[in-house]
């Protein structure tokens, strides 16, 4: 039986990502899509007892759990300077981050030797500012690894595709697999009763407080000036490092009724949300994954999001899109913020196109075009 291993333990992180978010709903879907005679093992650094049973539990279906004898700090310094995958069986290894054994293998001799990562961000090429000295040390190091040992490069839109092009040689290696929206964040049934019981208001704009400390500075500054006549609800972490957004709120003048920071919130909270949202606000994510942007759409729930980037690739033009270069992007998002708080018209155009465009995609479709590129390689 061919074996293919699923390095999974960005799953278990702290904070919760898209890309986090992605490791799973890609996990899942190779799981239900694996071949005959083809089984999903799961690879992970050491954690607590509950950790792993967690792990299991989002992921069921796993023919087994591998548990390395290390640390996640440990396995990330290790395969990133070069140490051998000790520990592992046979088996094609597909990572969907970049933390993947990438070390010397002969998958022409030994076919079922071969390495697959997946690449989300940009940032050391494209905005190198946001990335520590430590973080664009570890990120060069990984990518120049990964040239010179991974029989495939994965990437999720053609944003992160051209970069790729552009700035390495991974050439024919590189392959364009989309993320897909997550059917289970849309809710149904009795929604108002859920909203209520969520805490959320009767009609809201939705944000979400992770992603680059500027787009997050700048959607609040323009939500403080739209005269949007709805309040503004927002989820999630912050990226670590960034003024609190509590800080921010002062600064832009901005207190409850009109804001609710309601921070990490569950599945089930944010399907809500999501669902029951007037639109949601996103200008793009460090990981540029854009899960919540399908996420939303799936919902018919319209999208602000920004012009020129992945945020409007990914949305695929069924977005309202803003563009963010030069001194009036405060004006020209607070614009668009008014008019789909307003205009009814609108946002039922965006509902439309939006749940048109999103039906192009399913973690099913991304997982099977997976297993054909490992069958392929």
């Given at each position: 039986m061919a074996v293919l291993r699923v390095i999974v333990d960005n799953v278990l992180a702290p904070d919760p990502t898209g890309v986090n978010r992605y490791s799973v709903e890609i996990t899942r879907g190779l799981i239900r899509t694996a071949p005959e005679d083809?089984?999903?093992v799961g690879v992970c650094a050491e954690h607590r007892p509950e950790e792993l049973d967690r792990l299991r539990e989002l992921l069921p279906g796993l023919a087994d759990l591998i548990v390395l004898p290390a640390s996640s700090a440990q396995l990330a310094f290790a395969w990133g300077t070069g140490m051998p995958p000790r520990m592992l069986p046979e088996g094609l290894t597909h990572s969907p981050t970049m933390l993947a054994p990438f070390t010397r293998h002969d998958h022409l001799r030994y076919s079922s030797e071969?390495?697959?990562?997946?690449?989300?961000?940009?940032?050391?090429?494209?905005?190198?500012?946001?990335?520590?000295?430590?973080?664009?040390?570890?990120?060069?190091?990984?990518?120049?690894?990964?040239?010179?040992?991974?029989?495939?490069?994965?990437?999720?839109?053609?944003?992160?595709?051209?970069?790729v092009e552009r700035f390495t040689s991974f050439g024919s290696r590189l392959h364009l697999v989309p993320a897909a929206p997550t059917p289970h964040l849309v809710t149904g049934g009795a929604l108002k009763e859920k909203a209520r019981e969520a805490g959320l208001p009767e009609d809201f704009l939705l944000m979400f407080a992770h992603g680059p400390a500027a787009n997050l500075e700048l959607s609040l500054a323009a939500y403080a000036t739209s005269g949007a006549p709805l309040p503004l609800v927002i989820v999630g972490a912050q990226d670590r490092g960034q003024t609190p957004i509590t800080?921010?709120?002062?600064?832009?003048?901005l207190q409850p009724p009109r804001v609710l920071v309601l921070g990490v919130v569950d599945d089930s909270e944010l399907s809500v949300a999501l669902t029951k949202a007037t639109a949601l606000i996103e200008l793009g994510t460090t990981d540029m994954v854009g899960l919540s942007l399908l996420d939303a759409q799936l919902a018919r729930t319209p999208v602000i999001t920004s012009a020129g980037d992945a945020s409007a690739e990914i949305t695929g033009g069924a977005a309202l899109t803003?563009?963010?270069?030069?001194?009036?992007?405060?004006?020209?998002?607070?614009?668009?913020?008014?008019?789909?708080?307003?205009?009814?018209?609108?946002?039922?155009?965006?509902?439309?196109?939006?749940?048109?465009?999103?039906?192009?995609?399913s973690w099913g479709q991304s997982a099977h075009d997976i297993w054909t590129l490992q069958a392929d390689i």
């Amino acid at each position: 039986m061919a074996v293919l291993r699923v390095i999974v333990d960005n799953v278990l992180a702290p904070d919760p990502t898209g890309v986090n978010r992605y490791s799973v709903e890609i996990t899942r879907g190779l799981i239900r899509t694996a071949p005959e005679d083809c089984a999903v093992v799961g690879v992970c650094a050491e954690h607590r007892p509950e950790e792993l049973d967690r792990l299991r539990e989002l992921l069921p279906g796993l023919a087994d759990l591998i548990v390395l004898p290390a640390s996640s700090a440990q396995l990330a310094f290790a395969w990133g300077t070069g140490m051998p995958p000790r520990m592992l069986p046979e088996g094609l290894t597909h990572s969907p981050t970049m933390l993947a054994p990438f070390t010397r293998h002969d998958h022409l001799r030994y076919s079922s030797e071969q390495v697959v990562a997946t690449l989300h961000s940009t940032a050391l090429w494209t905005a190198p500012e946001t990335l520590t000295r430590a973080e664009a040390i570890v990120f060069s190091r990984t990518i120049r690894r990964a040239e010179r040992y991974a029989d495939a490069l994965v990437v999720t839109n053609h944003s992160v595709a051209d970069a790729v092009e552009r700035f390495t040689s991974f050439g024919s290696r590189l392959h364009l697999v989309p993320a897909a929206p997550t059917p289970h964040l849309v809710t149904g049934g009795a929604l108002k009763e859920k909203a209520r019981e969520a805490g959320l208001p009767e009609d809201f704009l939705l944000m979400f407080a992770h992603g680059p400390a500027a787009n997050l500075e700048l959607s609040l500054a323009a939500y403080a000036t739209s005269g949007a006549p709805l309040p503004l609800v927002i989820v999630g972490a912050q990226d670590r490092g960034q003024t609190p957004i509590t800080e921010l709120l002062d600064t832009f003048g901005l207190q409850p009724p009109r804001v609710l920071v309601l921070g990490v919130v569950d599945d089930s909270e944010l399907s809500v949300a999501l669902t029951k949202a007037t639109a949601l606000i996103e200008l793009g994510t460090t990981d540029m994954v854009g899960l919540s942007l399908l996420d939303a759409q799936l919902a018919r729930t319209p999208v602000i999001t920004s012009a020129g980037d992945a945020s409007a690739e990914i949305t695929g033009g069924a977005a309202l899109t803003v563009p963010l270069d030069g001194t009036g992007a405060v004006g020209a998002l607070a614009d668009a913020i008014h008019r789909v708080s307003t205009d009814s018209h609108l946002r039922s155009r965006l509902r439309q196109e939006g749940s048109d465009w999103v039906k192009e995609f399913s973690w099913g479709q991304s997982a099977h075009d997976i297993w054909t590129l490992q069958a392929d390689i």
